[in-house]
Structures are given as structure tokens and as C-alpha cells.
């Protein structure tokens, strides 16, 4: 189990993806870039409210007067109906049609984004007299390097915040959930670490599960760090938004390896053992060898989805292919283990251990079939709405799974009242360990 750890961790830090753009841009305006693709596109924002505002900061007038250069405005429905229509817009149609235009003549140069009934996606592009034009020689001149800063407003309604409307609230939830996690700290950490510090049957589940709880504490930090200094310059992080996602997903795969080792291992036990004999969890090869497929497959599948959308959020819309397979993932892992855990309560006896499985069950769905949930539910909210519905509920979600999976293994009433049942393996030990009452 730890090489297996050791290895997803190893492979998602060599294939870790470089960080999303900011909404503090820089780069260069380029004719070229503009000539090839009928407009450079800059980058895309999404304003709300009255007063929102597009600053740009340039060095070069001479250069940029001289290529008549402009920024370009589209709703992002309008470009969207652009690029999908049938009646072949030219270049120069295309550009006409922008909802808002500024030319590039100044050092700095603001412009107003006023009057958006709801909060709406712009898309941001350049161009200048060379774009429509087939002769690239012409193009060949200096590029313009500049800085733009896409802003909101504000409570108080002043253009001064710099997160889309897809991320407000994100910055304050992180400080609470930081700010939950840190009380509970206080609170629990000590019996918590004197209940793995002395073994006994469950000392591996624990060790697992509150290594999973310690990265996803690690990533809610990690993102509220990031998310502080983003609400100051528009940048942030970078590597603390990637050093989150890193954390989440190692938190998914120890979970993922713990639920699967528990429940294939109960399966195989049952099937080898007699039914009187309580169900406990082998190290078997196959046991071992299904865990480690699936994990490793939901890891090849996590990195993809990273690769393929780089924006500092760990979890996402699923509007491409890898998201789509993680769902289906979750959802036969949910189903798959949910009948699995099915046949041994029908058969179980005893109400005591019939209940430790149902309990245990509702935490292994939670945990895999919110996310799914959550995305088909989110369809009913705005597009910018979406990605904050899913990262909220998820976190939210998971977190009371392991709740639920903690008061279950270090609860003193019903697990102990369970193992004390008989005084043969427990359920959840390893096949080699104790095969003695637990002693915390």
C-alpha cells in the first residue's frame, strides 16, 4: 500500500501541469499572433455589477498608434454564436460585431464594463489594421508588451476586486474551512494521535484515513493562501494553487485505496471463509491487484483532467473527456461497492455488525457518488456558478464521509461492542495481526 502511494505521488509530481492564468495579465500584443487566428485572444473574464473595470498598461504608444491598435470585447454568447454560425463572417465582420471596442493610444487606458443585468463571460482580444490583411510581411513590426488588470466591484461598488464572479465566495470558504479544521485540531488531534500511537486493529485504517485528512487540510491551506494574495494582485500563487490540487489528489487516491482494500477485502475473505467467521481485510493478491488498477486508473485520469483544464480549482465541470470518464468512475465504484456491502449486510446476523456495515456504506457512497451528484446538479445554476457549486459541495461532502468514517472506527459503543463479539480477527485487521480485542 505505501509503494503504491509513493508511486501516484511521484507520477503526479513529474506530469504536474504549470499554473492557470491570473487576472493580471501580461504578455504582448502581436500583429502576427492576431494575423494567424483573426484576432489574438487575450483572455476571458467574468465581469458583474455596474462598474467593472479594464485596465491596460503599455509602454510603446509610438508602436501601438502607429497599428491603430484595439482591444475587442464579445459576450462570451455572441462569439459563441460567431463561431458556430453559417453565414462565414469575414474578418473585419467579425470584429465589428464586438460589444465593446478601445483603442490602444495611451499609457493606460480604462474602460467601463457598466450596466450587466448578470453576471456574463468577456472575451478579450487584440488586433490591429494588419489582422484582416493576407500580406504577413506587413505584420513583421514590433510587438506591444502591456499589463492588464480585469477588475469588480467591490461591497462598496469600487472596481478594486479582482476575482470573476465564478470566484467570489471561494476566498472566504477557504478561511473557513482552514478556520474549522485548525478547532478541530485543538480539540481532537491529541486523543487522536494517542489512539495510532498505541495500534491495535484499526491502527492502519487510521494512519490512512487521518493521512487523508491531513492532505485535504493541507489543500484547503494551500488554496487559501493562494486565494489571499490573489484578492491583492490578480495573480496569487501559482504554486500554491498546484501545490492544492497536488494534495487533493493525493487525498484521493489514499481514500480511494483504503475504501477499495476494505471492500475487496471483505468480498474475497467471505468467499474463502465461513460465515461465522467476521469479515476482515486481506492483503491478497487479488484484493491488492484490483485496488491498484483502479487506483492507478482514476490517477491517469485525475492528471488528464488537470492537463486539460489548468484552472486552480480541484474540482471541475467535466466538459471534456477525462471528466467525463472520472464520473462514470465514481459511479461504478459507488455502485459496485454499494452491492458488494449489500450482500454481506443480507447475510449478517448480528444487528450490531448489520449496522456498523450500513453505516459504513453511507460513507463510501458519500464519497463517491457527490461528486457526480454534484455535477448534475450544478447544470440548473448559471455557467458561473458551476465550478463554485461543485468545489463547495464536494469539499463539503467529503468531509462528512470521513467524519462518519472516524466516529465509526474509534467509536466506543458500537465498533467496540462489534469486535468484542468474538474474539477471532476483527472486521477491518489486517489477516496477520491482532486477533484480540482492540486496546485504546
Known sequence: MGGLRLLAVALTCCWW??????KTLRGSFSSIAAQDAQGQRIGHFEFHGDHALLCVRINNIAVAVGKEAKLYLFQAQEWLKLQQSSHG?????????????MTVNQTE?????????????WHVFYADKYTCQDDKENSQVEDIPFEM????????????DHFSAGESGLHEFFFLLVLVYFVIACIYAQSLWQAIKKGGPMHMILKVLTTALLLQAGSALANYIHFSSYSKDGIGV???????????????????????SLCMGWTIVRMKKSQSRPLQWDSTPASTGIAVFIVMTQSVLLLWEQFEDTSHHSYH??????????IVLRICLALSLG???????TVERSTLKREFYITFAKGCILWFLCHPVLACISV????????????????????VSMVILYRLFLSHSLYWEVSSLSSVTLPLTISSGHKSRPHF
Open 380 to 399: 440548473i445554476f448559471s455557467d458561473y456558478q458551476r465550478d463554485k457549486v461543485i468545489t463547495i459541495g464536494v469539499i463539503l461532502c467529503q468531509s
Open 149 to 160: 488588470v480585469l477588475l469588480n466591484p467591490d461591497a462598496e461598488g469600487n472596481p478594486f
Open 109 to 121: 487606458h480604462n474602460l467601463t464594463v457598466s450596466q450587466i443585468p448578470s453576471p456574463q463571460t
Open 89 to 101: 463572417y469575414s474578418c473585419s465582420e467579425k470584429l465589428s460585431k464586438a460589444q465593446l471596442t
Open 238 to 260: 501559482p504554486f500554491m494553487g498546484s501545490l492544492a490540487e497536488f494534495f487533493d489528489i493525493a487525498s484521493q487516491i489514499q481514500m480511494l485505496y483504503l475504501l477499495l
Open 339 to 345: 452491492c458488494g456491502l449489500y450482500q454481506i449486510i
Open 17 to 22: 501541469p504549470q499554473g492557470s492564468q491570473s
Open 317 to 326: 465541470s467535466h466538459h471534456n473527456l477525462a471528466g467525463i470518464l472520472l
